[in-house]
């Protein structure tokens, strides 16, 4: 992000081509209710499991005295990861002065926004008494990671909440005059949300000091969260858990999934609202190599994680690793491995397939790898206790997750996805004033043509 | 898949072979009777040892909620429980076995004899016999016992005595158990002993049991035979052990500890960064509003949208 915005795009023609574009797809549309409608409806099933839960207890889930953290922390840990990439794009990559990142930045806060907001609903649905949730805040201990994990997921939801909002300001501003069509709630929406912007030099200087403030912040808070994430299950001695580097590993863990996830969604901003003019083969071409990258590191810790209790091979780590490598998740830990991480890998070196729609298909995998991928740190561990075994029933050593489990979880990923449809067709998912100002200060990417 | 089958077999055969190994109590431990007869009040007192001991384990009485151990423990009211004599339950009680434990030296046979008059309770086809009373019968509510310590001798002296005839008269032959209280349960000091023609019983008690920080350790002595004297017991509190002073682990600041004892660094590391993160998030609020307030005072340089 420019220290100073040149704000000659405010009296180009070029704004308004540019305006109308990318409000195009805004609005309340026929498709809009139909995929909302679909999306309720499923959510109300959901809610429905959930409620048998609230009524039943956990008893209804596939968790024991055992394995008491199941598909639920498993899922936790992959919304959070997700959520990362909102720092990874619009942070590291702005800050660096990579000009591509612009018009992915708030596909990518609007990820982070939904999956950190999501994030401390799924671990809710871990509680077997949800209704003593305030119990962490009044009997909450500092020296407890659960409680820095409260915290930093909070407040990292709210950074990413600013960091997707006060950007928007302008184009909200911008976009005021254009929308006589729309509903009457959602101009007033637009009225209120714009704050009086009226693109003076002196507001933009505030703005931009203030998008510089929550960048810087978000890094660390970003590292911090998924970092806590991991220490909830680092700080045991259990084998699979017990790591010194369980942070980095889990931090470039989420840069994956959220790479992932930012991608599928610009296949479908690209696609679905016309937009190849904005989100070009470039940037495909680009966060493909990006995805690379965060691969090849995660590959590197992947293989530190296993490699190296595997040539000691103490006695508990023996057990959990054989049970990875060539026992009962054998057949999901290697699917993971290979096609979550080392294929995506060796195809997405080739620039065939950091064409758009290979890249959605890869990334589709990817992501689904990456949620397995939680699954297979959470579990395994925990069927194999260091706990003596002979003596519980087998239901306690093996988990099995039920339907009413996978209905709720599915709920909560739902609940990602009403949020990110409600905000991409509401607001401009692509910077307007930012675009206009690359297109009428002739400072665009040579490539992206 | 092999290896889940194989470890199921072995399960299986695990749990097959524990509860096939019947539990086998000794014919003169079987046929052992109550010594009074039981009650409301013997298992309303029960309930409350059930409650506290054995809930835990074997579930509310009819409810088949006992908790999923190998071999399972059989619910109090079913046919299995049931079928034991009261002489094989209290056998059970105090001598235990794989994950059920003993009791016997902490709950008293009085105690345990009230359980299972709870136990019957869910047995309506259940008819008590008592045991006959034996030896100084009616003398049991009069029972006295009087521990001392020697210091020279590093003994500890229970005299039993009892009102019989309108005198106090001392009991001989009687035999006595000495208890030392620990965390988890009694621990028996030295053997039990028979009372000698004084009513005397001599312990001799090791020198290097650990007391509290004063080297106080709380002892009781027993008599065992219930049937003859009841309860008798005397608690009390002498400076027999080696004073010890373990300061508890959550005395300090701690990890482990509650949140008024967290350690100083830690403290100061959270509320350091949380104030800090959050004030750059109220100042980027406040430009938000500063944003605002420009927008009132400046309408020039306003582009009309």
Same mark, same amino acid.
């Given at each position: 992000?420019?220290?100073?915005?040149?704000?000659?795009?405010?009296?180009?023609?070029r704004?308004?081509?540019?305006?109308a574009?990318l409000l195009?797809?805004?609005?309340i549309?026929?498709?809009?209710?139909?995929?909302m409608?679909?999306?309720t409806?499923?959510?109300?099933g959901?809610?429905?499991?959930?409620?048998?839960?609230?009524?039943?207890?956990?008893?209804?889930?596939?968790?024991?005295?055992?394995?008491?953290?199941?598909?639920?922390i498993?899922?936790?840990i992959?919304?959070?990861?997700t959520s990362?990439?909102?720092?990874?794009?619009?942070?590291?990559?702005g800050?660096?002065g990579?000009?591509?990142?612009?018009?992915? @930045?708030?596909?990518?806060?609007i990820?982070?926004?939904?999956? @950190? @907001?999501v =994030?401390?609903?799924?671990?809710?649905?871990?509680?077997?008494?949800?209704?003593?949730l305030?119990?962490?805040?009044?009997?909450?201990?500092?020296?407890?990671?659960?409680?820095?994990?409260?915290?930093?997921?909070?407040?990292?939801?709210?950074?990413s909440?600013?960091?997707?909002?006060?950007?928007?300001?302008?184009?909200?501003?911008?976009?005021k005059? $254009?929308?006589?069509?729309?509903p009457?709630?959602?101009? +007033?929406?637009y009225?209120?949300?714009?704050?009086?912007?009226?693109?003076s030099?002196?507001?933009?200087?505030?703005?931009?000091?203030?998008?510089?403030?929550?960048?810087?912040?978000?890094?660390p808070? @970003?590292?911090?969260?998924?970092?806590?994430t991991?220490w909830?299950?680092?700080?045991?001695?259990r084998?699979?858990?017990?790591?010194s580097?369980?942070?980095?590993?889990?931090?470039?863990?989420? #840069?994956?999934?959220?790479?992932?996830?930012?991608?599928?969604?610009?296949?479908?901003?690209r696609?679905?609202?016309?937009?190849?003019?904005?989100?070009?083969?470039?940037?495909f071409?680009?966060?493909?190599?990006?995805?690379?990258?965060?691969?090849?590191?995660?590959?590197?810790?992947?293989?530190?994680?296993?490699?190296?209790? =595997?040539?000691?091979?103490?006695? +508990?780590d023996?057990?959990?690793?054989h049970e990875?490598?060539v026992?009962?998740?054998?057949m999901l830990?290697w699917?993971?491995?290979l096609?979550?991480?080392?294929?995506?890998?060796?195809l997405?070196? #080739?620039? #065939?397939?950091r064409?758009?729609f290979?890249?959605?298909?890869?990334?589709?995998?990817?992501?689904? +790898?990456?949620?397995?991928k $939680?699954?297979?740190?959470?579990v395994?561990?925990q069927?194999?206790?260091?706990?003596?075994?002979?003596?519980?029933?087998?239901?306690?050593?093996?988990?099995?997750?039920?339907?009413?489990?996978?209905?709720?979880?599915?709920?909560?990923?739902?609940l990602?996805?009403?949020?990110i449809?409600i905000?991409?067709?509401?607001?401009?998912v692509?910077?307007?004033?930012?675009?206009?100002?690359?297109?009428?200060?002739?400072?665009?990417?040579?490539?992206?043509? | 898949m092999?290896?889940?089958?194989l470890?199921?077999l072995?399960?299986?055969?695990?749990?097959?072979?524990?509860?096939?190994?019947?539990w086998v109590?000794?014919?003169?431990?079987?046929?052992?009777l109550?010594?009074?007869?039981?009650?409301?009040?013997?298992?309303?007192?029960?309930a409350?040892?059930?409650?506290?001991?054995?809930?835990?384990?074997h579930?509310?009485?009819?409810?088949?909620?006992?908790?999923?151990?190998?071999?399972?423990?059989p619910?109090?009211a079913s046919?299995?429980?049931q079928?034991?004599?009261?002489?094989?339950?209290?056998f059970?009680?105090?001598?235990g076995?794989?994950?059920?434990?003993?009791?016997k030296?902490?709950?008293?046979?009085?105690?345990?004899?009230?359980?299972?008059?709870?136990i019957?309770?869910?047995n309506e086809?259940?008819?008590?016999?008592?045991?006959?009373?034996?030896?100084?019968?009616?003398?049991?509510e009069?029972?006295?016992?009087?521990?001392?310590?020697?210091?020279?001798?590093?003994?500890?002296?229970?005299?039993?005595?009892?009102?019989?005839?309108?005198?106090?008269?001392?009991?001989?032959?009687?035999?006595v158990?000495?208890?030392?209280?620990?965390?988890?349960?009694? !621990? !028996?000091?030295?053997?039990?002993?028979?009372t000698?023609?004084?009513?005397?019983?001599i312990?001799?008690?090791?020198?290097?049991?650990?007391?509290?920080?004063?080297g106080?350790?709380? !002892?009781?002595?027993?008599?065992?035979?219930d049937?003859?004297?009841?309860?008798?017991?005397a608690?009390?509190?002498?400076?027999?052990?080696?004073?010890?002073?373990?300061?508890?682990?959550?005395?300090?600041?701690?990890?482990?500890?509650?949140?008024?004892k967290?350690?100083?660094?830690?403290?100061?590391?959270?509320?350091?960064?949380? !104030?800090?993160?959050?004030s750059?998030?109220?100042?980027?609020?406040?430009?938000?509003?500063?944003?605002?307030?420009a927008g009132?005072?400046?309408?020039?340089?306003?582009?009309?949208?």
């Amino acid at each position: 992000m420019s220290s100073e915005v040149n704000t000659d795009f405010l009296h180009d023609k070029r704004l308004d081509a540019i305006a109308a574009d990318l409000l195009r797809p805004v609005g309340i549309s026929k498709g809009f209710l139909i995929w909302m409608g679909f999306l309720t409806i499923s959510l109300m099933g959901c809610i429905y499991a959930y409620y048998i839960q609230w009524d039943k207890g956990l008893i209804v889930t596939g968790l024991r005295d055992y394995v008491s953290w199941g598909m639920y922390i498993a899922n936790f840990i992959f919304f959070v990861a997700t959520s990362l990439v909102g720092m990874l794009i619009s942070s590291v990559l702005g800050l660096i002065g990579f000009k591509w990142v612009k018009p992915i @930045a708030r596909i990518a806060e609007i990820i982070a926004v939904a999956f @950190a @907001a999501v =994030a401390g609903l799924v671990i809710v649905s871990d509680m077997g008494r949800p209704e003593r949730l305030p119990y962490v805040f009044m009997y909450g201990r500092i020296q407890s990671p659960i409680l820095w994990d409260v915290t930093v997921v909070t407040t990292y939801m709210v950074l990413s909440a600013l960091l997707y909002f006060i950007p928007l300001i302008p184009d909200l501003a911008i976009s005021k005059g $254009r929308m006589g069509h729309q509903p009457k709630w959602l101009q +007033a929406t637009y009225e209120f949300l714009s704050v009086n912007w009226n693109h003076s030099s002196y507001q933009y200087k505030i703005l931009l000091k203030a998008v510089r403030i929550l960048l810087i912040l978000i890094i660390p808070t @970003a590292f911090a969260i998924h970092t806590v994430t991991s220490w909830l299950l680092a700080v045991t001695l259990r084998p699979g858990w017990d790591s010194s580097i369980f942070g980095p590993y889990f931090l470039t863990g989420a #840069f994956v999934a959220g790479s992932a996830a930012v991608v599928i969604m610009m296949y479908f901003v690209r696609t679905n609202y016309k937009l190849d003019k904005y989100l070009t083969v470039y940037h495909f071409d680009m966060m493909g190599k990006l995805l690379v990258l965060v691969s090849i590191v995660y590959l590197y810790f992947n293989i530190n994680e296993f490699l190296v209790p =595997a040539y000691k091979l103490k006695t +508990a780590d023996a057990i959990h690793l054989h049970e990875l490598f060539v026992g009962e998740h054998a057949m999901l830990f290697w699917s993971v491995q290979l096609l979550g991480l080392i294929l995506p890998i060796i195809l997405l070196l #080739f620039k #065939f397939f950091r064409k758009p729609f290979p890249m959605l298909v890869i990334s589709i995998v990817v992501l689904v +790898a990456a949620w397995f991928k $939680r699954y297979i740190i959470v579990v395994p561990t925990q069927e194999n206790p260091f706990l003596p075994k002979q003596f519980v029933p087998h239901a306690w050593m093996v988990y099995q997750p039920t339907v009413i489990e996978t209905a709720i979880t599915m709920g909560t990923i739902l609940l990602a996805v009403i949020i990110i449809t409600i905000l991409f067709k509401l607001f401009p998912v692509i910077p307007i004033w930012e675009m206009a100002e690359e297109e009428c200060s002739g400072e665009k990417d040579k490539h992206q043509e | 898949m092999k290896k889940r089958y194989l470890s199921l077999l072995l399960i299986v055969l695990i749990s097959f072979r524990l509860s096939a190994q019947e539990w086998v109590v000794p014919a003169e431990n079987g046929a052992k009777l109550s010594p009074f007869a039981f009650s409301d009040s013997t298992r309303k007192a029960g309930a409350v040892l059930f409650q506290t001991n054995c809930k835990s384990c074997h579930g509310d009485p009819g409810k088949n909620n006992a908790i999923a151990l190998v071999p399972p423990p059989p619910d109090p009211a079913s046919a299995k429980m049931q079928g034991n004599s009261d002489g094989a339950l209290f056998f059970k009680l105090v001598s235990g076995k794989g994950p059920m434990p003993s009791f016997k030296n902490t709950i008293s046979s009085t105690d345990l004899w009230r359980v299972i008059s709870y136990i019957r309770s869910f047995n309506e086809k259940y008819v008590q016999q008592i045991a006959p009373k034996s030896g100084i019968a009616g003398a049991a509510e009069n029972v006295k016992v009087l521990l001392t310590w020697s210091k020279e001798t590093n003994q500890v002296q229970a005299v039993i005595s009892a009102m019989k005839e309108k005198r106090i008269q001392p009991i001989a032959g009687a035999e006595v158990k000495l208890f030392a209280k620990r965390y988890f349960g009694n !621990l !028996l000091i030295d053997e039990a002993r028979n009372t000698d023609a004084q009513g005397k019983a001599i312990f001799n008690f090791p020198k290097d049991l650990p007391g509290d920080s004063a080297g106080f350790v709380q !002892l009781s002595a027993r008599l065992t035979d219930d049937a003859a004297f009841g309860e008798a017991k005397a608690d009390t509190t002498l400076a027999v052990g080696v004073p010890t002073y373990r300061p508890p682990l959550n005395e300090q600041r701690a990890m482990w500890n509650v949140v008024q004892k967290t350690p100083i660094w830690l403290l100061l590391a959270y509320i350091f960064t949380v !104030l800090a993160v959050w004030s750059f998030i109220f100042y980027v609020l406040l430009q938000i509003r500063a944003i605002y307030k420009a927008g009132i005072n400046k309408n020039q340089d306003t582009i009309d949208s």
